[in-house]
């Protein structure tokens, strides 16, 4: 069994930052791709950022030069720190992972997901 746990959202003014951290536990042999989704009211899940096992980053457009994506490869963790935070950032984030359990197949894994607020 795995699981991936998610902390770190909440209400944040507009130009605040809040880090997101996501924590993979459970049988894992190893751990791919990590990475952070978005869910706005009314919209599509959408790529915030990710990272590679080899340690290449991507980002979406809406979040270069504000968020950045790093992984703790010792602690099957990845965060997200954002930065300058915008209305727009509003959304429920989730964690993504492309996990091969010691039982089973690659496949990718989610977090339930963590609110994040930006509002004066």
């Known amino acids: 069994q795995v699981q991936l746990a998610e902390s770190g959202g909440g209400l944040v003014q507009p130009g605040g930052s809040l880090r997101l951290s996501c924590a993979a536990s459970g049988s894992i042999l190893s751990i791919g791709t990590m990475g952070w989704y978005r869910q706005a009211p009314g919209k599509q899940r959408e790529l915030v950022a990710g990272?590679?096992?080899?340690?290449?980053?991507v980002y979406a457009d809406s979040v270069k030069g504000r968020f950045t994506i790093s992984r703790d490869n010792a602690k099957n963790t990845v965060y997200l720190q954002m930065n300058s935070l915008k209305p727009e950032d509003t959304a429920v984030y989730y964690c993504?992972?492309?996990?091969?359990?010691?039982?089973?197949?690659?496949?990718?894994?989610w977090g339930q997901g963590t609110q994040v607020t930006v509002s004066s």
């Open positions: 993504n992972a492309e996990v091969v359990p010691i039982y089973g197949v690659r496949r990718p894994y």
């Open positions: 990272n590679t096992s080899g340690g290449s980053t």
